[in-house]
């Protein structure tokens, strides 16, 4: 009997998948994005804002996939590769954004200068 693919699993790796791609993009976007003159630093720009927006839902979706892919972990008779990979990288992007926004939380309290 051959086993088949857990769907949760595979849902939690193409989840997991399209988010590393999108956060990935972030890597590239944000030099366009965000400015980088001394005087114009603070500056809640919309592009600044939809960045944040979309990295807040990319938390969020990563943490579905990372849901999914621990459901998919759980089904008997089923393959559980992908739901070892949507595991992983679903982890991999839930900590990297969580450090992101902490890193800009605590770089907002140790220099207020740039918030006005």
């Known amino acids: 009997m051959q086993l088949e693919h857990s769907g949760k699993g595979m849902a939690s790796f193409v989840i997991s998948l399209v988010f590393c791609i999108v956060f990935g993009g972030f890597v590239f976007v944000k030099e366009s994005v965000i400015p980088t003159e001394k005087h114009i630093v603070g500056v809640w720009s919309p592009g600044l804002i939809w960045m944040i927006t979309l990295l807040i839902i990319c938390l969020i979706l990563s943490t579905v996939g990372l849901v999914l892919g621990i459901k998919g972990l759980l089904d008997k008779d089923r393959k559980h590769v992908f739901a070892v990979l949507g595991v992983i990288f679903g982890w991999l992007i839930a900590w990297a954004i969580t ?7 605590v770089f907002g309290l140790v ?3 740039f918030d006005s």
């Open 99 to 105: 450090f992101i926004l902490i890193c800009a939380v």
């Open 111 to 113: 220099y207020p200068e």
